[in-house]
Every structure is written in structure tokens, then in C-alpha cells.
């Protein structure tokens, strides 16, 4: 059974004091210390929204940040080409799906690490449609083969023509912005339809941490938000080096920075569907490098669901991650770990989730599969126990009687299939000899023949073709398959 838009908010990591705490130190931090915004047009926008700005050095009093947190959409939805994969970020309601950039990819035939493709985009968001409990496309993969400039507009054809869940990107440059949102209008019937249905959206890692605005990706902002589309602040600084090494002083810094980017997309557009997207992140102290399988990421990512839920601000953030370079035991108890945590905290929208190893550097089609597994068996502990008077079976109970057995109980056979998590072929639950007999094959290994049934046989809903031709007419766009 599928399990979409379950509601978190069961494990809390913070106080309500702690949280109030961390929400005063980031008001700190920007009336006092501020951010700095080089790019020209924010300036400007900061100066006419009435803020303090010395130079470039950019301050926010609480009272504007309050203004600023009452008129930012407390509820976003972000549609599928398909109605069914429709989702919507508000309160507690919990979404997992794909994530990341890499530029690896683990090759489903040969087993060896190569480039990732843009024919990876089109493969990997047919495998995504096609697994049931990862509930949105966020373009997992950067085809290297590709210059920026060509990105965009390859990219997000490539996804929304292989998938009809909601897709997601980064951005790199304004013309592709426009380009993807033309295309966007296309396939949705228009300009207002897409905004009442949009089914793609975009990201942007808009701040360098510690508190400086991108002046490119600030452009990116702007742009995005005076078309009135989706869109996600990502910043993800790292304890101990872009951020304090305490996780109370980086999530007081990452708040701060969240707060600082929300403001600027209200100014350029009061009421933009903008999602804050805070990823706390962990340095290795012993090499400087990222850990996306700590158990303090996973915590520290816990702990800032509560936090944008002290605002009533949907959230974007991180779980499911590892630092092993393939599918092994490693990945999945990194993984399982973190996605635990941060659903049971009721984050609304987590990325990273599915298909990626090595710290975000690197996809295995394979993994994807075994992920899908994993956010299903988070979903079914998230979903929780149901005790009412039906499923406490007292009358169950007395019928069967002393020494009886349920097993052919109407009561069973009404139950069993919902109250259950059932794994797909990944997760072998047969005895050792039928294992043995069956090839004695290990979960990767099965999730490999899955991964590559599901992408020879399985055909995803197309674009209407008088839509898709007048698409390639206009952008002509590389058909990856």
C-alpha cells in the first residue's frame, strides 16, 4: 500500500525553550552581524523595502523579519502531471524523494563507476515513476556531457517527458529559467494553469555560508520569484566550517540565513510559493570533509523540521544519505538512520533520499530500488499504531478463544494486507534452504534485475505529442531516449 503525506511531528529533538532559544540567536544575527548582497538588484530591493544597508552589508530588524514570515505561504503544492502525484507541503505532512547533482553514476550493466548522462536523467526518472514510495523527481544526476548553458531546459525535458511526478532541478542560467517555464505553460495549457498546477519547480543554493548572498544565483532568485513559480532556498553550511562546530550555533546560523532569503523572495514577489530549504550539514573534523551518513546530520536535520515548524513554514530538507561508495550495509543502515528521524520529526519535503551514495557524488540505479524499500518501511513506522475499539479485537479475542488460532479469522484476512508493510523482491523473507534454492542471491543483487525490468518494460505517461513537437520546435531539445 501507498503511504503519501503521512504526518510527522512524534520525535522531537528540541524543547519548545530550545527552539525559541535558536530563534532569538538568529534574530541576532541578522539585526546585529546582518548578510552581505553584492548583486545589485537585491540591493536595491533590500534598500526600498526600508531595511538597514551599510555598503553591502544588509540588516534585518524583527519586526520586518515578522511582516515578512506572516505573508510567506504557509502551504505549497507542487503538483504531478498526473493529479495522483500531487503533493502538498504544509503542517506536518511528510514527502520523500530523489535528490542531489552527482556527476557519477554506477553503470546498471557493467558495474563500474562512469560520467553521469543526460540519457541518466530520462533513465532515472522512468525508474522513479515506477517506484511507488518515492513520491517526487528531483533530478539526481548533472549530465557532464553538457555545458550549463544547455542544462535547463535538456534536463527538465528529459525528466517531465520520462515521469509524471514532480519534477525538480537546479538552475543555471535566466534564459534556461525562462526557457523551462515557457515549456512548462506548453504542457500545462498556459500561464495561470501552470501556476494553479505547477509540476515542476526549481532550486536555489542562493547563499554562501556564512551569510553572503551569490551574486549569480541571487539573479537566479529573482527571476524565478518574479515568475511566480516554486522555489527552494537551499543552503546547507557545515558544522565546523561554514557554520559553528555546536549544532545549536549552526542551526542558529542556517535559520538566520533562511530567514534572510525568504525576505528577499517576499520583497521581489509578496505570496511566492518560496520553500525554505535548510540543510544542516556535518564536516569530518578529522579531514574536513562532508558526512552525509553521521548520525548528527541526521539529527541536526531533525531538530530544523521543528524549527521551520515554530515558523509554520513548509521545509525542504535532507535525509536517507551515506558515505559508502556502493549499496552495501553501510548505505543502508546510514540511510535508514537518518530517514527515521527526520520523517518522525515531520519534515515535509525530504530530498536525498533515494539513489545516492558517496556523499551525493555518485547514483546506482540499483540503489534507488533498495531506497524505495527503506522510505517504505520509514512510511509504514511513521503511519503508526491505530487503536480504536475495532482493532483492539476484544471480540476477536473472545471468539477464538483460549488455544484458538487467528490465522483463516475473518479479522486477519480484513487486516492483514493493511496493517503490514510488504517489501518488494529486494527484501528476502523466505527460509535459508528456498533462499539457496532461489540462487542465494544478496538484496543488491535483486535490486539490480528490478532496476533493470522496471527500465526495459516499464513505459511512462508521454507528453501529449502535438505538445511535445511544438516543444522541440521551439527548443529543440536532446531526446535522451
Known sequence: MEYKGLEGGQFKPLTDKEIRKIHSASIAILEKIGFEVKEEEALELFIKAGTKVDGSRVRLSAAFIEDIIDQTPKSIMLAGREEKNDIILEDKRVYIGTGGAALKVIDIETGRIRDAHLKDVALLARLVDNLDNIHFYLVPVFPTELCKEEADINTYYNAVSNTTKHVQAGVYSVKGIRDVILMGEHIAGGEEALRERPFISFITSWMI???????????????????????VLSCAPMAGVTAPVTLAGMLAQITAEQLAGISLAQIVSPGTPVLPGPIPAIADMRSGGYLGGSPEFGLANAAIAQILDYYNLPLYNSAGMT???????????????????????????????????????????EQFVIDNEIIGMTLRVLRGIEVNDETLAVDIINRVGPGGNYLMDDFTLKYMRDEYFYPSNVINREMRALWESHGDEDAKDRARKIAIDILKSHKPQPIDKKIDNLIKDKFNPIVAL
Not at 216 to 223: D, G, P, S
Not at 339 to 360: C, F, P, Q, R, S
Open 209 to 231: 555560508s556564512p551569510l553572503k548572498f551569490d551574486d549569480i544565483v541571487t539573479k537566479f532568485l529573482i527571476e524565478i520569484c518574479k515568475k511566480r513559480m516554486p522555489v
Open 323 to 365: 558515505d559508502s561508495k556502493l549499496p552495501d550495509i553501510q548505505a543502508g543502515f546510514e540511510k535508514a538512520m537518518s530517514l527515521v528521524i527526520d520523517a518522525l520529526a515531520g519534515a515535509n519535503y525530504i530530498h536525498h533520499a533515494a539513489g545516492l551514495l558517496e556523499n551525493m557524488s555518485t547514483v546506482a540505479p
